[in-house]
């Protein structure tokens, strides 16, 4: 792993014009192809075997979750919504996508940061930017032949659409479409959906209506079968129609049960059930004797963008509006650095499979908003 | 490998990295009227009435509705709006009256053997003031030839009916408004 300086395409930001990137340098620059991350394919496999190792042991959480009453309180899922969290699971409910966060420094384990399994973005940028990037680098020769990427997100998105259980023959999908990166992300699944066959409809989250009966409606008044929602779950339930998701009268994608998931407690679980797993760092709920010799990582149970992350002994809680559920603490893994930059493996899972990945990279050893995201691509 | 073998986008302007061949269309037919259809269909010309009986019948279930002549008007031109019979509007369980679009033309279902299609109404929403192309009741553009023609897969899936009306909307969106909520 390496972290190469490069020539950035001249024409690159019409290029991201035409292909709909709008959102490159929103809060100052974010894609940012001065640099690339070069990998062996060694590198790749160890990388995608972490991500698919991480993803069974989920699938056993989710399994253990959902039998115990007292796990899912202790990830603040309110009560009435566990038996919609466990029917979601045992119909089998299949999902879509999820990105694993891993420090990787080339060498040893992945780590797994965090797991963003409901509403993960930096989608597009991976799965289409960052291809296009390669082709055409190759094809102007700025990279030799045969240079590869750890990237089939769009191939596997088309086929995931397949098979996850569409109910109905329209998909709605429904986000923040007031945020240009929401947007974009929502149309591109819209998009794979589309050519997955499926008739679609995009819609602000807000749009979406509810009839006497409860049910969904979009702003026709055409029942709503399949959600796909860039929305996240625990926003959901917390707020005004969230009687209306326990008639269970449309199929939400992610899955109810992607609850357990999203949630950092998720990594107290983990460690709990499978301690001293190579691709796991030790972390525990706050409030316990944890042990943990500082620095380590205190990060709310639902948290987003690392807004109220704090490194205790080291860095400040970032600001935001998080923490009133409870937090993890987690031994702090430092990322590696190269050239002053702290890159996080983005390692995406597509239908349970891993897909591809996607960097971004920040000067402050925090990963946030405002990172950038670097292209990656294999040689050797 | 690793990377995905081809890359298509069928929406966010991407003219410049379509790097595939065109989308795969279905073939199937649109006509305005019955009389054009028999003009062109020569080997089951019954089709011709039935498609559009079945299409007028899905018309009633699956039009655009709006809560205004004027809002529907101002999508689809002065005059080519309707209003929604009392007896639909009863047996939607809906409180209030409704209007929609007039139906400007039928594709027809089950053509060259595709038994899952389903005949389609049609309408033409105004595009700088004037109809535009067809597009069936889900908004999938048909494009504006009448006879043969091919369309976009998604344009054959049978059309959805409404539900009841909204009672209320806005029950979502009260926590993110205004800021990504992706991670």
């Known amino acids: ?380 | 490998m690793k990377r995905s073998r081809r890359i298509k986008l069928t929406m966010l302007g991407a003219s410049a990295i379509v790097l595939t061949a065109c989308e795969e269309r279905v073939e199937t037919q649109v006509y305005e009227t019955v009389e054009q259809c028999l003009a062109n269909v020569e080997e089951h010309p019954d089709d011709c009435r039935r498609n559009f009986e079945s299409a007028r019948a899905s018309h009633a279930e699956t039009a655009p509705r709006y809560t205004s002549q004027a809002e529907c008007e101002a999508e689809f031109g002065d005059g080519r709006c309707e209003a929604g019979s009392a007896g639909q509007q009863a047996e939607a369980g809906q409180g209030g009256s409704f209007f929609m679009p007039v139906m400007m033309g039928y594709m027809l279902g089950n053509a060259l053997g595709r038994s899952s299609m389903a005949a389609q109404p049609l309408y033409r929403p105004l595009v700088n003031g004037t109809p535009g192309s067809f597009r069936t009741p889900g908004n999938v553009d048909v494009g504006s030839a009448v006879g043969r023609t091919s369309v976009r897969p998604s344009a054959v899936n049978a059309p959805v009916a409404n539900a009841g009306q909204a009672i209320s909307r806005g029950g979502f969106g009260a926590r993110g408004a205004a800021t990504a909520t992706g991670g």
């Open chain 1, 1 to 380: 792993m390496e972290r190469i300086s490069l020539a950035p395409r001249p024409d690159w930001q019409d290029t991201a014009a035409e292909a709909g990137f709008t959102f490159h340098s929103e809060n100052g620059p974010y894609w940012d192809e001065a640099a690339a991350y070069r990998f062996t394919l060694a590198q790749v496999e160890q990388i995608e075997e972490a991500t698919e190792s991480l993803e069974s042991l989920c699938y056993q959480v989710v399994d253990r979750a959902v039998g115990d009453p007292a796990v899912l309180e202790r990830l603040a899922i309110p009560d009435r919504f566990h038996d919609l969290v466990r029917r979601s699971w045992t119909d089998r409910e299949r999902n879509l996508y999820g990105r694993f966060d891993f420090s990787y420094d080339g060498g040893t384990p992945p780590k797994l940061l965090e797991y963003n399994a409901d509403t993960p973005t930096s989608l597009y940028e991976a799965a289409v930017f960052q291809w296009v990037w390669l082709e055409q680098m190759i094809g102007r020769g700025a990279l030799p032949e045969g240079s590869d990427q750890f990237n089939s997100l769009h191939e596997r998105l088309v086929e995931a659409w397949k098979g996850v259980g569409v109910v109905g023959d329209r998909l709605h999908f429904a986000g923040v479409m007031a945020a240009e990166e929401d947007r974009v992300t929502v149309a591109y699944l819209a998009d794979c959906a589309r050519q997955a066959g499926f008739a679609t409809e995009e819609m602000d989250v807000a749009e979406i209506g509810v009839t006497t009966a409860g049910d969904f409606v979009d702003l026709r008044d055409r029942p709503i079968r399949t959600l796909f929602k860039l929305y996240p779950w625990e926003f959901m339930v917390r707020e005004q129609y969230a009687a209306s998701l326990l008639r269970r009268s449309a199929r939400i994608v992610e899955p109810a049960w992607k609850m357990v998931l999203s949630n950092k407690g998720l990594l107290a679980l983990l460690w709990e059930m499978f301690p001293g797993h190579p691709n796991l760092l030790p972390a525990f709920f706050d409030g316990t004797e944890h042990g943990l010799e500082q620095p380590y990582v205190r990060k709310p149970l639902l948290s987003r963008e690392g807004a109220n992350v704090e490194i205790v002994g080291m860095l400040d809680a970032e600001g935001g509006p998080y923490g009133a559920e409870g937090y993890v603490v987690q031994q702090f893994a430092p990322l590696p650095c190269f050239d002053g930059n702290y890159p996080v493996i983005g390692s995406w899972v597509v239908a349970g499979q891993p897909a591809g990945m996607g960097i971004r990279e920040d000067t402050s050893p925090v990963t946030r908003n405002t990172s950038r995201f670097i292209p990656h691509f294999i040689q050797g």
